[in-house]
């Protein structure tokens, strides 16, 4: 067991004036920075979290009965001790976030009438799309030899984010070449290249929702990161997605740190010579560090924490109004009242689209919420996590998500939680009996068995993690995001750092490594070699602490 609690509540616990560093935000990208600076620089680190459970989308929300996470869904690598990905998340854990292996088919993508597996395995991988594309081999092969060069060409694009200004003005193009060779083309626009049929092209990218565009929107060196990121197949946390940050806590409590809840941060606080002093919260109180990092999202970091004349950071304001806020999301959650063995729930993924043109049937969706979903991902947690019987017994659940343009939440975002009206109720049954529908009819197992639903919007995005269009993914994955050159670890304001999801990519990897990297560019070390060398604590030595 965990020797102490993983956060504790600003409202309820007296906290000290002054800290060595101070992280915004405790999603994965605000914790690993907190955890490596805590356990390989010894630094006391308070991290401040607006909502009132830690985790930012690593979180878990329960009901009587009932537990769902709220972005985790599976991660690839960590299944592979050897992976560099698992070998940080050991060092930084002490060996406690354990994984559970999905099956060998993770995720069933359906398109029209027909079923597509994304089988564990390069080469299988491979030899199951030509065997669903006969005529298309030459494609398949360029396909993945593209993911492969994209994907390797982006450790160096990420390396260029954490190197001394002197060095990235001197080598700094040289270093994004190779990645901005792929990310610069949307991903329809590399695999037409290619000579993929449209069909093909809708089959590789059924996974599309992982990073919220579509080809003819996204840059393929996104597409290629998240696809490489799956080739060998993926995992899910033992315990379930809390246990993310209840095993990175742990380093920075050891270090005399501590992770605080229900404590939103109104500004960084600048000193006469525009450096970080510390942080303002919306209570009025002042904490004091000369290091700050934001888990917030650039968007949050620049438009909103800063003061408009803030070292560089109207320049920074410029670049990011060219690039829109990611696609925000629905998502259903639902509760049933037999076990995920009794039903034969799946623990695959199942990704379901109307048809093979992903971008149609997006647009088509965006101009008219009617309209039939384009494409939906259908989840269960309970049948993923090895030990949700043991913790609920007799019970299972399931996601149903879709993603959803911001402008048809618009007109209620000034309402509040829970008190937004009969007009936005009714709106919200509606969409819940339409995902519930998707469920049944894909899942027909749950039929009668349903016990609980509960339906989330972009709005809740936006309560609970203060992004203003309820972006699921930050910046939007567009050939323009990756040609930025603001989104650095080091802000032009001294002693202010950036982390997370928009430093680096979508997803549980995206965030760890923006958070290996903040703390990089903070310590002057490639913390990345450091952490993935360094030994795990002992599995005995943590349970006799505990």
Same mark, same amino acid.
């Given at each position: ?49 607006? &909502? ?12 009587? +009965? ?11 690598? =960590? ?30 993508? /359906? ?20 065997? *669903? ?23 160096? *694009?990420?390396?260029?984010? =954490? ?23 949307? %991903? ?13 092209? $809708? ?14 929107? @996204?840059?393929?060196?996104? #597409? ?22 209840? %095993?990175? !806590? ?22 006469? &010579? ?9 209570? $009025? ?43 925000? /999301? ?11 063995? @009794?039903? +034969? ?7 379901? #689209?109307? %048809?093979?043109? #992903?971008? !149609? ?14 494409? =939906?991902?259908?989840?269960?947690? @309970? ?8 913790? /609920? ?48 009819? /894909?899942?027909?197992?749950?039929? $009668? ?62 965030? %760890? ?34």
């Amino acid at each position: 067991m965990d020797k102490q609690p993983v956060a504790i509540s600003y409202r309820q616990h007296a906290l000290d004036e002054a800290w060595d560093a101070i992280v915004i935000g405790s999603g994965i990208g605000g914790l690993t920075a907190a955890a490596v600076l805590a356990r390989h620089a010894g630094k006391r680190v308070l991290v401040l979290e607006r &909502h009132y459970e830690p985790g930012g989308f690593t979180h878990v929300f329960h009901r009587p +009965g009932y537990e769902w996470d709220v972005g985790v869904h599976y991660v690839g690598e =960590v299944h592979d001790p050897r992976s560099e990905l698992r070998r940080i998340l050991d060092a930084l854990t002490g060996g406690r976030l354990e994984w559970q292996r999905m099956p060998d088919v993770y995720d069933r993508a /359906h398109i029209g009438d027909r079923e597509y597996e994304f089988v564990s395995g390069r080469e299988r991988f491979r030899d199951r799309m030509k065997q *669903y594309f006969p005529a298309e081999a030459r494609a398949v092969d360029g396909y993945l030899d593209a993911v492969d060069e994209a994907a390797r060409a982006g450790v160096t *694009y990420l390396a260029e984010k =954490v190197v001394p200004a002197p060095i990235a003005r001197v080598a700094g193009a040289l270093m994004r070449r190779g990645f901005l060779r792929y990310a610069s083309r949307t %991903t329809g626009d590399v695999l037409a290249g290619l000579g993929a049929s449209p069909e093909l092209t $809708g089959c590789l990218t059924a996974q599309w929702g992982d990073y919220g565009l579509p080809p003819a929107e @996204s840059s393929f060196g996104i #597409h290629a990161i998240i696809a490489a990121h799956y080739l060998e197949g993926a995992s899910y946390p033992v315990g379930g997605a809390s246990r993310i940050a209840a %095993t990175l !806590a742990p380093a920075i409590h050891d270090a005399g740190g501590c992770v605080v809840t229900s404590a939103e941060v109104a500004g960084v606080v600048l000193d006469r &010579h525009r450096r970080v002093a510390g942080v303002r919260m919306a209570d $009025g109180r002042e904490f004091r560090a000369p290091l700050v990092v934001s888990d917030a999202g650039a968007g949050n970091t620049f438009g909103r924490l800063l003061p408009p004349d803030a070292p560089g950071v109207e320049a920074i304001r410029a670049e990011l109004a060219s690039v829109s806020p990611s696609l925000a /999301h629905l998502c259903l959650y639902v509760g049933l009242r037999a076990s995920s063995a @009794s039903l +034969g729930l799946p623990a695959a993924n199942l990704w379901v #689209h109307a %048809t093979a043109d #992903h971008d !149609a049937g997006l647009a088509r969706l965006s101009d008219d919420p009617g309209a039939p979903f384009s494409s =939906v991902f259908i989840s269960s947690p @309970s049948a993923k996590d090895p030990l949700f019987e043991q913790r /609920h017994p007799g019970h299972s659940t399931m996601e149903v998500v879709t993603l959803a343009p911001w402008c048809w939440f618009e007109k209620w975002k000034e309402t509040r939680w829970k008190r937004r009206g009969a007009g936005y109720d009714e709106w919200k049954r509606e969409m819940a009996e339409r995902l519930t529908a998707e469920l049944v009819r /894909h899942v027909p197992a749950v039929t $009668g068995w349903i016990d609980y639903a509960e339906l989330s919007t972009p709005l809740s995005t936006r309560h609970f993690a203060n992004h203003a269009h309820g972006e699921i993914y930050g910046l939007e994955a567009t050939p323009a995001r990756f040609r930025m050159r603001g989104l650095r670890a080091a802000t032009p304001v001294h002693g202010l750092y950036l982390t997370g999801a928009d430093l680096a990519a979508p997803g549980v990897a995206g965030g %760890t490594y923006g958070g290996v990297l903040a703390a990089s560019a903070i310590l002057g070390r490639n913390m990345i070699r450091v952490v993935a060398g360094s030994k795990p604590l002992a599995r005995e030595a943590t349970a006799a602490a505990a």
